[in-house]
């Protein structure tokens, strides 16, 4: 168990609709990453937190949104889906700003029909 | 910019098998290489690593040796166990640089009795 939280576990929507995923980091780590893991493009880096502010932008979409609460909780936001956005979903944690020992949480699996 | 390239898979040894996973990188500072592993159903959990040039990284028999030389970081386990089957990262992080932690798209391993 990294004692990385994430819910839920999967979430079946609709094109068009939005969707919240949520995470919650290690006890004590500042730092909160998103990453969206599908087979054809592989990990890519969407977005990092460090203590509320965003630090790191990767490829996220204008469709997508994060932000990260004073309790170090994080939520992504997912807008207008589309197909192509099924993909499983990971949170990380660290305690420091930089990734140099990352948590993962076990995902979220999102299906777009 | 900064990217990592792993050979891939899939990948099925027999177990007490040699193991081998190719990953080189280019990066425009001086990066830190990480190996991450996924097991089924699981996120991904830090292998090993090395911050600097000859470094040795390893953990539960796996060893991966920084070679400035090659831009190179290959993973090395001797025996392979069925416990193995998982998908392996090469990742590399770079201070001052990209600011984010760039993976290689994964090898998956099956390693049967």
């Known amino acids: 168990d990294s004692g990385v939280t994430q819910t839920p576990k999967h979430l079946i929507t609709a094109t068009g609709q939005r969707v919240t995923l949520r995470c919650s980091p290690r006890?004590?780590?500042?730092?909160v990453y998103w990453y969206q893991q599908s087979l054809d493009q592989g990990l890519q880096f969407l977005i990092q937190y460090y203590n509320g502010e965003e630090r790191a932008k990767g490829n996220i979409l204008e469709r997508f949104s994060a932000q990260q609460f004073p309790d170090l909780h994080s939520e992504l936001n997912l807008s207008s889906l589309e197909l192509g956005d099924s993909a499983l979903y990971f949170c990380?944690?660290?305690?420091?700003?930089?990734?140099?020992?990352?948590?993962f949480g076990s995902g979220t699996q999102l299906s777009v029909l | 910019g900064d990217s990592v390239t792993q050979m891939e898979g899939p990948v099925t040894l027999s177990e007490e098998a040699f193991l081998t996973i190719n990953c080189t990188y280019t990066?425009?500072?001086?990066?830190?290489l990480f190996w991450y592993v996924q097991y089924p159903g699981e996120g991904l959990q830090l292998l090993l690593k090395?911050?600097?040039?000859?470094d040795k990284g390893s953990n539960k028999g796996f060893e991966a040796t920084y070679r400035k030389e090659t831009t190179s970081f290959h993973l090395e386990k001797g025996s392979v166990q069925v416990s193995d089957s998982a998908v392996y990262f090469c990742a590399l992080y770079t201070q001052g640089g990209s600011e984010k932690l760039v993976f290689g798209k994964g090898m998956k391993l099956t390693v049967n009795p």
């Open positions: 006890s004590g780590d500042l730092s």
């Open positions: 990380a944690s660290s305690a420091r700003q930089g990734p140099e020992k990352l948590f």
């Open positions: 090395a911050t600097k040039a000859d």
């Open positions: 990066a425009t500072g001086y990066p830190s």
